[in-house]
C-alpha cells in the first residue's frame, strides 16, 4: 500500500489490471461452481447466462422488454422530478405550507412505494398508470427532500448581499437561491434514478403484464435461470449506464452551478 | 491558538442561539401547522365522501377505525413483528457483512481494486430482480426474504464504510502512531470510530430499502407479514385495510429512521472530522 502510494504512476495500470483479475477470477469461479453444482436449470454457467442474454437482445419481443421497463424508468422519472422540485420549492419557500407540508412528505416518504400498488391499480386500473404511479412515488420524495436541503443551505451573506445592492425578490431567487440549490438536486434526482429502477421491477413483478421484472419473475414458473440472470445483468447493466449518463450529463450542462466546488 | 479556541466557542455559542431562535419560532407556528394538518386531514374526508365509495376510497374515518380494528383484535400486530423481525435479521446480517467489506476496501487499495467491480455492478441490480433465483435456490420460505435484505443492505453499508474509512483525518492517524498506537489499537481506536457516521448514515439508507425489499417479497408470496395484509385488501377490494397497513408501514418507516437520526447524533458527532475541527 505504502509503496503504491508513493509512485501513482505505477498504480495507474494496477488498479485496472486488479479489476480484470477480480473479476475474470469471479468468473472461473462462477463457472466451476455450476459445473460442480451440475443442474444448469438452477444454476446456470456463465457461458449460458450470457447466450440467454443475448437472446433477450436479439429476440425481438423480448427486446421490447428491455424498452417498455426503460420508458417506464424515465417517463416516471422525468414527472417525478419536475414534481419533486416543484413541492419542494413551494414547501421551501413559504414557511406555513412548510410546516403543515413537512410531516406529511416524511410520512409518506416513509410508505413503501410499491405498497401504493394495491390503492393505485384500483384507482387507475391495471397497468401503465398504476406502474407509472409508483415509479413516480418512488422518485418524487429524495427530490423534494433534497430540494428542501438545498433551499435551507443557501448562503445567508449572500442573500444579504444581493439585498444591499438592491436586488429584487425575484431577482435574488433567479441568481442566488436556485444556483446554490442546484447541486443538492441533481443529488436527489440521482438517488432518485437508482430508486425509479428498483421500484419499476417491483411493481413489474407485483402488477405488471411485461417489462424486465415480469420477464425475470415469469421465467421461474419454466425453471428458465438462464434468462434470470440475462435480465438481471441488463436491470446492471442499464442501471450502470443511466446513473453515469445523467452524472455526467448534469456536471458537464450544470457545470456553472459547480463553480469553486473541489469535488463536483 | 487561543483565538481559534475563542472563535470556535463562539461559533458554538452563536449556533446554540440560532438553534434556541429556531425552536421558538417552531413553537410559535405549530398552531398552523395544527390547523393546516387538521384542514388536510378534512378535505380528504371531503374528497372521500364525495367519491361515494368507502371500500375504494376510505376517508380518514373509515381508515381510523379500521387501523384500531387491527390494531386492537386484527392481524396488524402480528404482520408488523413478522415484517420488522425480517428486516432486522437481514440488516443485522447485512450491515455486518457490508461493514466488514467496506473497512477492508476502505484500508488497502489492493482490496479495494478487487472489490470495486462487483459492488459497482451489483449496487444497480435491485434486490427484487434476485427474488426469482432466490426463491430457486432458497425456497419460498424465510430464508430467500432475508437473503435479499442482506442484499439490499451489505452494499449501501460497504460503500459508505469505505467512504468514512477514507475520510479519517489524516492528522489523527499521525498522532496516534506518533504516540506508538499499534495497528490494531490504531484501527479500533481512531479508524473505526472516524467511520462510524459514515456507517451509520449507509446502514440509515439500507434501512428504508429493506422495508421496501421485504414488503414486495412479502407481497410476491408470504405466510404472514404487512406485505401480505396488503394484498389480502386487494383479494377484497377493500382498500380500508390497505390504508391502515399503509399507516402502520409510514409509522414504523418513521419511528426506525428517527432511532437511526438519534443514534448517529448521540454516537455519531463525537468523532466527525467537522467536530473535530477538519482533517
Known amino acids: 500500500m505504502n509503496r503504491a502510494a508513493s509512485s501513482p504512476g505505477h498504480w495507474r495500470w494496477q488498479r485496472p489490471a486488479l479489476n480484470v483479475l477480480a473479476v475474470l477470477m469471479a468468473v472461473l469461479a462462477w463457472h466451476g461452481a455450476a459445473l460442480w453444482k451440475d443442474n444448469l436449470l438452477v444454476f446456470p454457467t456463465p457461458l449460458t447466462a450470457l447466450s440467454a442474454l443475448g437472446d433477450v437482445l436479439t429476440d425481438p419481443e423480448q427486446r421490447t422488454e428491455l424498452v417498455i421497463t426503460l420508458r417506464r424508468v424515465i417517463i416516471g422519472f422525468a414527472m417525478g422530478s419536475v414534481l419533486g422540485v416543484a413541492v419542494g420549492s413551494l414547501i421551501g419557500g413559504v414557511r406555513s405550507i412548510a410546516m403543515t407540508l413537512e410531516p406529511i412528505v416524511h410520512f409518506l416518504r416513509s410508505v413503501t412505494p410499491v405498497a401504493w400498488i394495491v390503492p393505485a391499480t384500483i384507482w387507475l386500473g391495471v397497468g401503465e398508470g398504476s406502474l407509472r404511479f409508483i415509479v413516480v412515488y418512488a422518485t418524487v420524495f429524495p427530490v423534494i427532500i433534497n430540494t428542501l436541503a438545498g433551499l435551507s443551505e443557501v448562503p445567508v451573506n449572500k442573500v444579504r448581499m444581493a439585498r444591499t445592492f438592491g436586488a429584487s425578490r425575484l431577482r435574488i431567487y433567479r441568481t442566488i437561491i436556485v444556483p446554490s440549490a442546484v447541486p443538492y438536486i441533481v443529488t436527489g434526482m440521482r438517488l432518485s434514478l437508482g430508486y425509479s429502477f428498483m421500484s419499476v421491477v417491483a411493481a413489474e413483478m407485483v402488477a405488471g403484464r411485461d417489462g424486465i421484472g415480469f420477464l425475470i419473475y415469469d421465467s421461474r414458473i419454466f425453471f428458465d435461470t438462464p434468462t434470470m440472470f440475462a435480465g438481471i445483468l441488463l436491470l446492471g447493466a442499464a442501471g450502470l449506464l443511466c446513473d453515469k449518463v445523467f452524472s455526467v450529463a448534469a456536471h458537464r450542462g450544470l457545470a456553472r452551478f459547480y463553480a469553486g466546488q473541489v469535488n463536483p | ?279
Open chain 2, 1 to 279: 491558538m487561543s483565538t481559534t479556541t475563542r472563535a470556535r466557542a463562539d461559533a458554538v455559542a452563536a449556533d446554540r442561539g440560532r438553534r434556541g431562535a429556531a425552536r421558538r419560532a417552531t413553537l410559535r407556528r405549530a398552531p398552523v401547522a395544527v390547523a393546516g394538518i387538521c384542514l388536510i386531514i378534512i378535505g380528504w374526508e371531503a374528497f372521500s365522501r364525495a367519491y361515494g365509495k368507502p371500500l375504494l376510497f376510505p376517508g380518514p374515518v373509515d381508515t381510523g377505525n379500521a387501523l384500531i380494528d387491527g390494531l386492537t383484535g386484527g392481524d396488524i400486530p402480528a404482520a408488523s413483528a413478522a415484517s420488522v423481525a425480517r428486516v432486522l435479521t437481514g440488516l443485522l446480517i447485512g450491515s455486518a457483512a457490508g461493514v466488514l467489506l467496506g473497512l477492508l476496501s476502505g484500508s488497502s487499495r489492493v482490496l479495494e481494486a478487487l472489490f470495486e467491480p462487483f459492488i459497482n455492478v451489483f449496487r444497480f441490480i435491485p434486490p427484487l430482480a434476485w427474488f426469482a433465483p432466490a426463491l430457486l435456490w432458497l425456497g419460498s420460505g424465510e430464508t430467500s426474504k432475508i437473503a435479499l435484505i442482506v442484499y439490499t443492505s451489505v452494499f449501501v453499508v460497504a460503500v459508505n464504510t469505505a467512504a468514512g474509512v477514507k475520510a479519517v483525518p489524516r492528522n489523527m492517524v499521525r498522532m496516534a502512531r506518533t504516540y506508538g498506537a499499534s495497528p490494531v489499537r490504531l484501527f479500533f481506536g481512531v479508524r473505526l470510530p472516524a467511520s462510524l457516521p459514515y456507517i451509520f448514515s449507509g446502514v440509515r439508507i439500507a434501512l428504508g430499502n429493506a422495508f421496501m425489499t421485504v414488503v414486495t417479497a412479502e407481497m410476491l408470496g408470504a405466510s404472514s407479514g404487512l406485505g401480505v395484509l396488503i394484498t389480502q385488501g386487494t383479494a377484497n377490494t377493500d382498500v380500508r385495510g390497505v390504508f391502515a397497513a399503509l399507516i402502520v408501514l409510514g409509522a414504523l418507516g418513521l419511528c426506525a429512521d428517527r432511532v437511526f437520526v438519534g443514534l448517529l447524533r448521540r454516537y455519531g458527532g463525537r468523532f466527525s472530522a467537522r467536530t473535530l475541527g477538519g482533517p
